[in-house]
């Protein structure tokens, strides 16, 4: 039978260390500072015997950002909801460290929504510094990756009315717009970026566009390896994601003068893309099969029935041929020009071919650049609007 007085004992000492247990590195909330976005560009002070990048952090300033009514809604307030920070250093986590001296908080990146390249530093190569936010677990793999036409740090210093803070706004126009828009890019984060390094894949990133106080997502950068070779406009967006097999909703502009409907706006409701690489002797097919379904959203044109068959055959006709004709000239610049596997093909040839693929992976290029397109489109006009 135990003891009393050494059960008792236990009992002390086992409650004692339960209230002596806690996080040696726990840090008070009061005591973070909160980064919402990081940018990053050329250093200007840069030699030629040392390369450094500029770092641009984009801080909430919590009291700020809840406002007055500490609901944390709208934007554009008086008061700054966050505060940019552009420090230089040889890397980022020099540059962090420097952050960390210049605050009386501690950096934390549990809130940051995204990571933006500028165009500059995209020329030269992006991958000396993705291996921070790859490596460091306190990076979190969902946060979004663009790049922007012209200095990243700019992109911070715009402050949009509908939100407290450009990162959140930035990371709002992927979210909700890439489903709607075929002009804005599918979203790249951290996680699929890594995979697509791993295996030696190639990257198209959202753009990101300022023209004077305010932010566009239109277009794609198109990185080739870890550096960025060529734009993709927003229309052009809409086909490259077609060829990467994802489907998705927006408007078709038709401007045919010799056509009987004449100028249109054709909006895709639904659609479903199924890519398929076919191996033909030496070199691969890519061959794409899209059923797309929409309404006349708008018609500039003279009066006349638009329920009439031959009208709505022609409709049908001109979208196909639209993009057929878009998805066409996208590939080839890919294929030909750009020599960027960034819709994903090479995956789809693992997938497919994996014996072929362990043999030639490291010659991919070659085969890449060698590639043909075939594609078979199907549209349905399901509506044409309550007008004759």
């Known amino acids: 039978m135990i003891n009393n007085k050494y059960l008792a004992?236990?009992?002390?000492?086992?409650?004692?260390?339960?209230?002596?247990?806690?996080?040696?590195?726990?840090?008070?909330?009061?005591?973070?500072?909160?980064?919402?976005?990081?940018?990053?560009?050329?250093?200007?002070?840069?030699?030629?015997?040392?390369?450094r990048v500029m770092v641009t952090y984009q801080i909430a300033l919590p009291a700020a950002m809840l406002?007055?009514?500490?609901?944390?809604?709208?934007?554009?307030?008086?008061?700054?909801?966050?505060?940019?920070?552009?420090?230089?250093?040889?890397?980022?986590?020099?540059?962090?460290?420097?952050l960390m001296a210049t605050l009386n908080k501690v950096p934390n990146y549990d809130h940051l929504q995204v990571v933006?390249?500028?165009?500059?530093?995209?020329?030269?190569?992006?991958?000396?510094?993705?291996?921070?936010?790859?490596r460091d677990p306190r990076i979190r793999q969902r946060t979004k990756v663009a790049v922007s036409k012209g200095k990243a740090s700019e992109v911070f210093k715009v402050q949009p009315k509908t939100v407290k803070s450009t990162s959140q706004y930035i990371s709002d126009l992927l979210d909700e717009n890439e489903k709607r828009s075929l002009m804005v890019l599918m979203p790249m984060d951290f996680g699929i970026m890594q995979r697509h390094y791993i295996r030696k894949q190639d990257v198209c990133l959202p753009a990101i566009i300022k023209k004077k106080d305010t932010l566009t997502l239109e277009g794609a950068g198109v990185f080739r390896g870890n550096k960025l070779v060529a734009w993709l406009t927003g229309s052009q967006v809409m086909s490259l994601k077609w060829l990467h097999g994802e489907p998705a909703k927006g408007t078709i502009d038709i401007s045919d003068d010799k056509a009987k409907t004449g100028n249109f706006v054709f909006n895709i409701t639904d659609n479903k893309v199924s890519i398929k690489p076919v191996l033909d002797?030496?070199?691969?097919?890519?061959?794409?099969?899209?059923?797309?379904?929409?309404?006349?959203?708008?018609?500039?044109n003279e009066i006349f029935n638009a329920y009439d068959?031959?009208?709505?055959?022609?409709?049908?006709?001109?979208?196909k041929q639209k993009i057929i004709r878009s998805c066409s000239e996208v590939f080839n610049k890919l294929v030909d020009?750009?020599?960027?596997?960034?819709?994903?093909?090479?995956?789809?040839?693992?997938?497919?071919?994996?014996?072929?693929?362990?043999?030639?992976?490291?010659?991919?290029?070659?085969?890449?650049?060698?590639?043909?397109?075939?594609?078979?489109?199907?549209?349905?006009?399901?509506?044409?609007?309550?007008?004759?």
């Open 309 to 319: 068959i031959g009208f709505i055959r022609q409709v049908e006709d001109l979208v």
């Open 67 to 98: 406002g007055p009514s500490g609901q944390g809604e709208g934007g554009g307030g008086e008061e700054a909801s966050t505060l940019n920070i552009s420090i230089e250093a040889k890397n980022l986590m020099m540059a962090e460290q420097t």
């Open 281 to 300: 002797g030496n070199r691969f097919i890519l061959k794409a099969k899209m059923e797309v379904e929409g309404d006349i959203a708008e018609i500039q």
């Open 116 to 134: 933006v390249f500028g165009e500059e530093l995209s020329k030269k190569g992006i991958g000396k510094y993705i291996d921070f936010f790859f």
């Open 9 to 51: 004992t236990a009992v002390i000492i086992i409650i004692v260390a339960f209230t002596m247990t806690g996080c040696w590195d726990m840090v008070e909330i009061e005591k973070n500072a909160f980064i919402l976005g990081i940018g990053l560009d050329p250093s200007e002070s840069a030699t030629e015997n040392e390369e």
């Open 337 to 388: 020009d750009y020599k960027a596997d960034c819709i994903e093909f090479g995956r789809r040839v693992e997938n497919y071919y994996p014996d072929f693929w362990e043999k030639n992976k490291n010659n991919w290029r070659e085969y890449f650049a060698n590639t043909s397109l075939e594609m078979e489109v199907d549209v349905k006009l399901r509506r044409v609007g309550v007008i004759k």
